[in-house]
């Protein structure tokens, strides 16, 4: 079990050499045995490492390389260079899809992130219940699927107490999923239900890290909660604000679940977002290749929008927690 | 307790949380609180009341706030215990519904891919934070950049991965892709490792203890409740996801139970959707997760509060 702690020097070129060198992180070692700890880092990462290589980087780059052939998964993928992509930018199901895809993330995103915000705020400055923080966490414990389901139930056009609730106050009945227009809202507000609660503490705790003698001082100046949330809390919560945005953006581009199972796409494609696009390319039609290169453009977008949010939002500076 | 108190007044005491006089803003604050509660629970309630009704009833007395016609053949039906002639009969789907298998099937899955992730990225992390070895700081850069992939663009080439393995339709295809580690498992855990102080470490050499020691007798230990977080929170995932699922899945020897559920909708009988055994089914899906979460809520929620984990 002494295996590390009685490294010989020979170890020194793994990383032991420079040993009076401390980087930020790095641990300084007593007892003299300042080699490195490179064969038994290799054991401990070996697994992780696996992992990583053949389930993300090996698919990744596959991924990339079957964008580029034509591929039904029973012949072996057959180079076709750029076919693919001219396919997908002459396809007006791709765009429409991507056009979809961005209104949902859009709906989603907003309401998400404003609900949150205020979620957040009334557990941080009004009670610090964890009871609470509990309830609204209780969403997230759900499938999408049964998300989907149980809203798909409330509603129902006919039998759903959402739209009962509706007709009850006079109004017409609405066609929540079944309506081009109601469709999207409908799946990013169901979305929202179940993400909201996981959002808002995220976010609670960058509330958490502002001192509260902050809040004490600008009371004493006689600072309203109005006031306070947008000198105070807004501006220290910048940060971990735009942490969580990038990180609930990338995952809102990537709804699927709640489409399956509600619309499968329709009605007329006004829910047939991107994932659900390329899944039916895929697995519907065996056009592997094709579905590919579509990955490779959200892959794309998404990168940008990334690496666009991080700097208008200067998110490196700081960190979560 | 009582002395700490007394003894100290001032400071615990220069801002009275009990009762405060209620003005306008709060009244307006806790209204909207109530509303938040309202529209996060309410769900829950509708699933049991139309889960302990019959479809007849339901088609009825719509907005009948109790259940209509009390029952348990929604439970029934979805657990496959009602004949078929009965289910038929109920409004329910005339195919059987093998629940336990696929309750069983999501159980493996879950189990199998929260125990080896969060112990392999446990030991990556450890190897992160604490060991030192050469192209430590490049490896984990490559892992930080995994972090930005999302998960979509690794379906697709991990279908055909898990094909040419011949591992479709097979529980363990279904879990090979999470088992081995996420860059956010590896990233959290070497964030809490990288904080413990040193000094820990070095009273356990000083005993003789070897670096392998150490992590399983101090270091893994002392990180029981971020690592119960983050298994709470990835057997929460991993029970839920659908999409990779319904992918490798085929036949009931692999479906779990969100694919399930989604087949149980799909198989929608001629007079309509069979809605009181579906809500049953859900109901009995998310049993388990509510469960889970009720045993351990109270550590879970502060953790995720006051770390931000994710």
Redesign the interface.
Known sequence: ??????SPPSRL????AEGARTEP???????G?NG???R???V??A??????V???????L??IY?SFTRFN?LTPAEWVGLANYDRMIHDPIFWESLKVTVEYVVINIGVQTVSAL??AV?LQ???QS?L???????????????AG??????L?N????GN??IA?LGFDRIPFLADETWAIPTIALINV?RHV??TA??L???L?AIP?DMY?AAKVDGAS?WRMFWRITMPLLRP?LAV?LI?TV?GS??V??TV??TTAGGPANATNVL?FY??QS??GRFQ?GY??AM??A??VV??AI?VLQYRLTRAGQTD?? | MAAVTTTTPTTTR??PTGRRPLSP??VL??T??GA??L???L??Y??LR?ALSTNSG??AH??DPLPVDPTGTGFARALGLESTKDAIAQGGAGGGLKFWRYLLNSVIVSTLVTA?QIF??A??A???????????DQ?FA??LA?L??????????????I?ELGLIDNLLGIA??????T?FA?FFLR?FF?NVP?EV??AA??D??????I?FRVLLPMASAPVLTLAVLTY?TS?????WP??VSYSDSSRV??VA??IF?AQTPQTG?D?SG??AA?LI??LP??AL?GFF??R???T?????I?
């Not at chain 1, 070129?13 to 032991?16: D, I, K, R, T």
């Not at chain 1, 992180?25 to 007892?31: E, L």
């Open positions: 079990m002494t295996i590390a702690s009685s070129p793994l990383g032991g992180g790095t641990d300084r070692v007593p007892g045995s490195g700890d490179g038994l880092a290799a401990f990462i697994p992780a490492l696996v992992g990583f053949v389930f993300l980087l090996w698919p990744t596959r991924g079957l998964l205020a979620i009334l400055r009004l009670t964890p609470l923080r509990g309830i609204v966490l209780t969403p997230y414990l759900m499938s999408n699927v049964v389901l149980v809203w798909l139930w409330i129902d006919q039998l759903g107490i009962e609730i009850g239900w609660g996981y503490l995220l609670f705790a960058g958490m509260n004490e909660e971990v969580v990180m990338i581009f990537q699927f679940d399956a199972v994932q390329i899944y895929a697995f592997f579905a590919s990955s490779v959200l892959l998404l990168s990334t979560l927690g | 220069v801002r803003g709060r604050a806790w909207a609180m938040i509660v529209v996060t629970l769900p829950f509708w699933i139309t339901l088609a719509a907005s080896c392999f990225s030991m990556a450890y190897a992160f934070a604490r060991l030192r070895w050469r192209g430590r490896v490559l892992f995994g930005m992939v999302p998960t979509i663009f690794t379906l697709l080439p991990n279908f055909v991965l094909k090979l892709p999470t088992m081995f580690m860059p590896v964030q990288m040193h470490e070095e050499l000083l003789g203890a070897g670096k392998v020691r992590f929460i029970w839920n996801d659908y999409f319904l992918m139970l969100t559920l989604a909708r959707v809605w579906l809500m859900t899906a998310a997760m509510l979460f809520a109270r879970i929620v502060s995720i509060s006051f770390t931000g994710k």
